[in-house]
């Protein structure tokens, strides 16, 4: 790869702030994906990072067959890139059950499942799927740390699996343990904290084994995690950022060879005084959930660092004398591409150092058509 990479030729037809991917490097971002798991069919990757068809073709291309997501929207965009195993990791109450329920009639080629962690809910999935005649798979939403969703491992979810499996319309066929809490740089520290909140969920599955259900489905991870889980055989990884990578889990996963292929591209506006800088990325533009120093960072001019943001705006020192000037064009890695993702509604494709197409975050949007 050439110390420049992300260079846009044609940079002059492009309006700012804008999302560009650069879909060679998403290509060997897959590759590396695949390469490290031994079997394709233990992938479920999360689409909530890219939104879109043309990843979702992709991934079906390198024999990707099973997928996640969190929206109905994201399920629909999926079912309809006929992907043909979708797990909703979330659990659908009221209006979105019902959605949810209209999508498994709508896309009868695409195997819908979700996710339950309380006995109520579990009941009004069940008597949906009974009333609307259809049946409806479940995996136990497990808390192994994350403290936000999930039953803990342990006899309450026992019993709990146990109930789904006598509700008429449902059927337990696994367990889902997102352990995205889990962030530490040294993989070793990551690996133990990783086993410590999987090993009672391996408990859990053979406790179910033994009293007579089949063996649950595991559904395990995220990036962080995944090339411990990748290790486990059986268990389903469903890593999402990897195909765009960012500058956050580069920092965090050193050992993750994923290449950075989507950035922020934008201009200077402005120089509000003779040390700085405005460019057009506001909030409206990047993920701005963490700290100001934490947003986004430009390959092309390292040296800059923010020192305040507003909807439309950002301000960066760039030192004395510098050399930039209104128009010039900086391009960005944002901290976490995945809300970044969720700002645009298309990404343009950059081939060749210019501008070949645009992919539609069809996703990013609550609703396409159910």
Known sequence: MT?????????????TPALVVYPDRVKTNITTLTGMIDDAARLRPHVKTYKNAEVTGLLLDAGVRKFKCATIAEAELLAMSKAPDVLLAYQPEGPKLHRFIRLIHAYPQTHFSCLVDNAASAKEISDAAVRFKTNIDVYLDLNVGMNRTGIAPGFEALQLYMDCGVLPGISPVGLHAY???????DLQKRADRCNFGFDPVLKLQQTIKSKGYPEPVIVAGGSPTFPIHAKRKYVECSPGTFVYWDKGYQVEMPEQDFLPSALVVTRVISLPGPTKLCLDVGHKSISAENELSKRIYFLNAPELYPVSQSEEHLVVEAGANHQYNVGD???GIPHHICPTVALYERVYTIENENISGEWLNQARDRKITI
Request: without cysteine; proline residues 0%.
């Open 329 to 331: 064009v900086f391009y």
């Open 3 to 15: 110390a420049n990479w992300y260079n846009i030729q044609d940079i002059d037809k492009l309006d």
């Open 179 to 185: 352990d995205g809490h889990i962030h530490d740089i």
